[in-house]
């Protein structure tokens, strides 16, 4: 009965290679996040997703991209992996004010 | 720059202790998060606040909205309240572009 679940937790994977994070929440909520927290632990909002509405953070590279297939889910896709996209990755969802955070991907890109 | 400022940075404190984190932040906000990271990773949200002071358990968390500033306490503290805590806000203005996170306080209680 997890809220939000990730999938998968750990994922190690060599440069150049396409990936993708699934992000599933079974809470009903209208908004879904995507949030990177790179090797100094700083958390920086990539994506938010609200009833069709896509709102990316300027500084995500065009190689990130979010896609919802229905409401409980935002899967993020990663092209052309590099070095620098090595992080913890988490996924949101929320209603109001209040977030949920999904348990995170750690993603090592060698 | 939309900035959200933390101190301390690191907190090393005795068991039983009395600890205060601070957060600040440079412009009008919608809410305020305070934000738990275990060492495992996971992150538990706190408190939402908007103004005032919320408690929970051992843990009040209080709002200066003419300030832009909000402040973490915890009583008595103990060993398993060992964790990164961030403070986090959503800018008004509206829009879901989710939350302005500072760099977070490692806090350490000993034994």
């Known amino acids: 009965d997890t809220a939000v679940s990730q999938t998968p937790k750990y994922l190690v994977t060599q440069m150049g290679n396409d990936k993708s994070i699934k992000c599933e929440q079974n809470?009903?909520?209208?908004?879904m996040y995507w949030y990177k927290q790179d090797s100094k632990k700083f958390l920086k909002i990539m994506f938010s997703?609200?009833?069709?509405?896509?709102?990316i953070n300027e500084t995500v590279p065009n190689r990130f991209s979010p896609k919802s297939p229905d409401k409980a889910h935002l899967n993020l896709h990663i092209n052309s992996l590099e070095l620098g996209d090595s992080a913890v990755y988490f996924c949101a969802s929320s209603v109001s004010e209040t977030q949920y955070f999904g348990p995170g991907t750690r993603l090592l890109v060698l | 720059k939309n900035e959200v400022e933390q101190s301390p940075q690191n907190l090393t404190a005795q068991e039983g202790e009395f600890i205060t984190i601070n957060c600040s932040y440079s412009?009008?906000?919608?809410?305020l998060h305070w934000l738990q990271q275990h060492p495992g990773g996971g992150i538990v949200s706190l408190f939402m606040?908007?103004?005032g002071k919320k408690k929970h358990g051992r843990l009040i968390a209080t709002i200066n909205i003419q300030e832009k500033h909000s402040s973490l306490h915890i009583t008595a503290s103990h060993p398993r309240d060992s964790a990164v805590y961030i403070c986090?806000?959503?800018?008004?203005?509206?829009?879901?572009?989710?939350?302005?996170f500072g760099k977070g306080t490692h806090l350490i209680i000993q034994p």
């Open positions: 606040l908007s103004s």
């Open positions: 997703y609200n009833n069709k509405e896509l709102i």
């Open positions: 412009v009008g906000i919608s809410a």
């Open positions: 809470l009903g909520h209208d908004t």
């Open positions: 986090a806000v959503r800018y008004s203005g509206g829009g879901a572009d989710g939350l302005t």
